[in-house]
């Protein structure tokens, strides 16, 4: 039997775009576009259409597995298995402390809603330190955003003059909303102008009207190159700089010095072309900017991430159709959570009502707890209504900001205890997590728990790495396959599919119209699995660390109403702040038993909305949510419950933007005087990342038509390039005397594999590149390199510890077949 038309997304990259499928004996056997997703609207490129390949995955894990001594693994029950996890981890956080449990991941490119209830077990042991795949790409980004303006960005390319990619190829990697489509009327419109930076003639950059081919790992010469430009041919915007932002003058005056005539020869493009590209930025009526893995994993990542932002800043280029803007958020993944502030602070009746409101819900929380529990739901109803109506405005926003930073930790920052390394929002440079369990330290990580993640195959060095699994004394893997880093870890839980569960992406990154998707089960968990709430949730229940008269009294509230909850629910948290970190585990255990049969995991959800409209309720309203205060909330909740193709949350007016800015003046501040420092330091720095013994740049991880991080493990999907060719040019290949299917070894400082080669025009002599994502064991054999046995997690930025994946020193020996 085939099941109609049923709504879901993509879960290969972060558009996310809408699908819709039809099911056949637990198979995805039809997949189109969704023409309803209010954002793809239909768009889908080609690598869903056989999504079915993770779904149906022979090999998919359908029991929790436990590590014998000899490595091999024995199946256990999941009484078992979640028993002796839970008594293990209390162990490690009595003995050594709960700050040495270290949780990792939580999702990748669709699935975050796992890792949001998995917060809630991060404090349930104490921990401190946590990370995932952002901390190896966009931490430096994220620090230097959060400098200038406190928030993320994101470009309007629909609407854009001028559209700059920096080291993003976004033909095969997408990111923008319909993204072919866009970069196509981009190319094709003789006003609008495309802008790229690669070293290589990306799919992209045989689009652009100016492709400025550096050299690999020369950014730094040439986006300052493209900055002084604008200064020193005065194409600045001078009004807006005066009006919007502090500290320009410092800006400026680095930048008067630069000499860009030799910075362009340090990068290997003609100054003029540099040049051109800078007038045509100040030219236009809007830019916009993108940059993403060419420069964020390779050198001066945290510099270059402060100079493209700049070319946008000093042309003005902010909180205009076509320009940046900072955006709205469900819930911030790595960002602040931000209430847009009045204009002139609360007024005062309203502050002597907060005041009166927090005190009453600290003092109440309790006696109010009791009352929803014993007394007659027509009488507890009726208060509840009351007090909501008295009280929200003024005690909903302080509670939800206490559970947002909580949960989303955008101020932990700090440095790691045994290496000292920079802490960005609460995640720990992926570079520097070996490190703090390799050694005799004793603040040393002892227990990782790791969720929808393969480090021990995607972080560089992955033998160091998985040296450091065996190290730890308790080590839990939550996986729908027996990944590389399974294969390290004492316990295996098998999760279901993101097709089985209730699933969403929090990668709301858009602006002015930012849209949420909740994807519905398509069908029941394969036999033996389970989502990742439910075994969170039975986790934490184990340790014992939520009072269960609290659970039980706050349940009795949602079967008043949910009015009753909510104000249960905020005077909880006003009254013992510590449960904020616990919020995902009592929403799901309370409002989660009342909701409809098999939406659990939506009590969470129905958290994020009404944080969502409590921080942004003007651009909800724009949406058209138009009930007020706890009400609007709840209306967004019941969007996100029943749309199935999605939700437009938030629309903003493309002034907004500077209501989202995090400094209280509201001004962008443009002098980061470490980076000011670096970018002196540079001019004294001629690149060159080669030597004799390693004379080619690899350029470790390109994203290709068919790959899709590792995702999905069965190398079938792929019905091109099935083995990942190294890619090279025509001259290198003559100079070696290989062609196209020629195996050959490749070999780094860390180490060698061997791989089928591919000569192609689109790469300049000197450079090489692998794609991402293969190198995976499967059905007893690896398919492609394992990118991250040729990488080191020592070559790396100096502030945030970014791997330089895309300059990796190497060479290539020829082999006899
Ligand atoms: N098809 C596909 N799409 C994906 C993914 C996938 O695995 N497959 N992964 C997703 C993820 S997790 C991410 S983070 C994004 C990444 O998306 P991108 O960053 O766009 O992808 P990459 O191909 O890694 O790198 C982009 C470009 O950087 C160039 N580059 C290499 N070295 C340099 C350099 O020194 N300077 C400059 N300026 N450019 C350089 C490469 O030639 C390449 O064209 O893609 C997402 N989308
Ligand atoms: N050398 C080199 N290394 C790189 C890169 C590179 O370009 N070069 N790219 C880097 C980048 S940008 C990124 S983002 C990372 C990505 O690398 P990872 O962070 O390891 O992320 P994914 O590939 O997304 O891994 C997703 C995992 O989730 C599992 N999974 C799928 N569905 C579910 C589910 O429902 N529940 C659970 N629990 N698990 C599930 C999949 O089996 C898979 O193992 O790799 C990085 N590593
Ligand atoms: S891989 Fe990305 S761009 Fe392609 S359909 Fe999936 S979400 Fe959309
Ligand atoms: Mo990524």
């Known amino acids: ?136 790409e966009k931490i430096g980004e994220g620090w230097v955003d959060r400098q200038l303006y406190g928030n993320h960005t994101s470009g309007d390319f629909e609407k854009t003059e001028v559209a700059v990619f920096i080291g993003k190829n976004p033909w095969q990697s997408h990111g923008l909303v319909r993204t072919r489509p866009v970069l196509k009327e981009l190319a094709r419109d003789p006003n609008r102008a495309l802008i790229v930076i690669d070293p290589r003639v990306s799919e992209t950059a045989a689009l652009a009207d ?97 100079l493209n932002k700049m070319l946008w800043i000093l042309t003005g280029n902010f909180a205009k159709p076509g320009g940046m803007h900072i955006h709205s958020w469900v819930f911030p993944i790595a960002g602040r959570w931000h209430p847009v502030p009045r204009a002139d602070g609360p007024p005062r009746a309203l502050r002597v009502r907060r005041a009166i409101g927090r005190t009453a819900m600290r003092r109440g929380a309790r006696p109010l707890r009791r009352t929803f529990a014993k007394a007659p739901r027509a009488v507890t109803g009726l208060i509840a209504e009351a007090a909501l109506q008295a009280f929200f405005e003024a005690v909903a926003v302080p509670s939800a900001r206490r559970v947002a930073d909580k949960l989303g930790r955008p101020d932990s920052n700090g440095t790691t205890p045994v290496t000292g390394t920079n802490i960005v929002a609460g995640l720990v440079p992926c570079n520097a997590i070996a490190d703090e369990i390799l050694t005799d330290h004793p603040d040393r990580l002892r227990a990782m728990w790791i969720d929808a993640s393969n480090p021990a195959h995607s972080l560089a060095d992955s033998e160091r790495f998985r040296e450091a699994m065996r190290k730890l004394d308790l080590s839990v893997v939550v996986e729908v396959g027996m990944t590389e880093t399974a294969r390290c870890a004492d316990y295996v839980l098998p999760a279901a599919s993101q097709f089985e569960k209730y699933e969403a992406s929090l990668f709301t990154l858009h602006f002015p119209h930012n849209t949420f998707q909740v994807r519905a089960p398509l069908m029941d968990p394969l036999p033996g699995t389970r989502p990742e709430p439910e075994i969170y949730a039975d986790v ?66 129905w958290g994020m909305a009404h944080l969502c409209a409590i921080a942004q309720p003007d651009a909800v309203a724009k949406a058209g949510f138009t009930a007020r205060g706890f009400d609007l909330g709840e209306q967004l909740f019941e969007a996100f419950r029943t749309e199935r193709s999605g939700v437009l949350f938030a629309d903003d007016e493309y002034d907004d933007a500077w209501n989202y800015l995090q400094h209280p003046d509201r001004k962008i501040h443009a002098a980061i005087p470490v980076l000011l420092a670096e970018l002196a330091a540079i001019n004294d720095i001629e690149p060159n990342y080669t030597s004799a013994e390693f004379p080619f740049i690899l350029s470790a991880g390109e994203r290709r038509s068919f790959t899709a991080n590792v995702i999905i493990r069965n190398p079938d999907w792929r019905r091109r390039d099935q083995q990942g060719a190294l890619r090279l040019c025509p001259a290198d290949a003559t100079a070696l005397g290989i062609a196209t299917g020629d195996v050959v070894r490749i070999v780094t400082e860390t180490g060698s594999a061997r791989t089928a080669v591919e000569v192609n025009e689109i790469m300049q002599p000197g450079h090489i590149s692998l794609p991402n994502g293969m190198g995976l064991a499967y059905d007893g054999s690896t398919v492609g390199v394992p990118l991250n046995t040729l990488t080191s997690n020592t070559r790396r930025d100096k502030f945030f510890a970014s791997p330089w994946h895309k300059t990796v020193p190497a060479r290539i020996e020829r082999v006899e077949s």
């Open 1 to 136: 039997m085939t099941s109609d038309w049923a709504r879901t997304a993509c879960i290969l990259c972060e558009s996310n775009c809408g699908l819709e499928v039809q099911v056949a004996d637990r198979q995805l056997v039809k997949i189109r576009g969704d023409k309803d997703h209010p954002a793809s609207a239909g768009y889908t490129c080609e690598k869903p259409l056989r999504l079915d390949k993770y779904q149906s995955d022979p090999h998919r894990l359908d029991t929790p597995l436990r590590r014998r001594p000899d490595g091999s693994y024995e199946e256990i029950s999941w009484d078992t298995a979640l028993d002796e996890i839970a008594a293990r981890l209390a162990a490690v956080r009595d003995t050594y402390g709960g700050d040495k449990f270290f949780y990792y991941g939580g999702g990748g490119q669709g699935n975050h809603l796992g890792g949001a209830y998995g917060r809630a077990l991060f404090h349930a042991v104490g921990g401190e330190y946590m990370s995932n795949a952002l901390a190896q």
């Open 540 to 605: 934490i229940d184990r340790l014992g660390v939520v009072d269960r008269t609290l659970i039980a009294d706050l349940t009795a509230a949602a079967r008043v109403s949910r009015k009753a909850f909510g104000l249960a629910f905020f005077a909880a948290i006003e009254n013992d702040p510590e449960l904020a970190g616990l919020v995902p585990y009592i929403l799901y255990r309370t409002l989660g038993e009342t909701l409809p049969l098999g939406e659990k995991p939506m009590a969470l959800i």
């Open 210 to 306: 100016i492709h400025l081919q550096t050299k690999p790992g020369t950014d730094a010469w040439c986006v300052s190159a493209l900055a002084a430009t604008l200064v020193q041919e005065d194409l600045t915007a001078k009004a807006w700089l005066a009006e919007h932002t502090v500290g320009i003058d410092e800006v400026l005056d680095a930048l008067r010095g630069i000499d860009i005539a030799d910075y362009a020869r340090r990068c290997g493009v003609p100054a003029d072309l540099i040049r051109t590209a800078a007038r045509r930025i100040a030219a236009a009526d809007s830019a916009a900017t993108y940059e993403d893995l060419g420069i964020q994993q390779a050198p001066n990542s945290t510099l270059v991430s402060y």
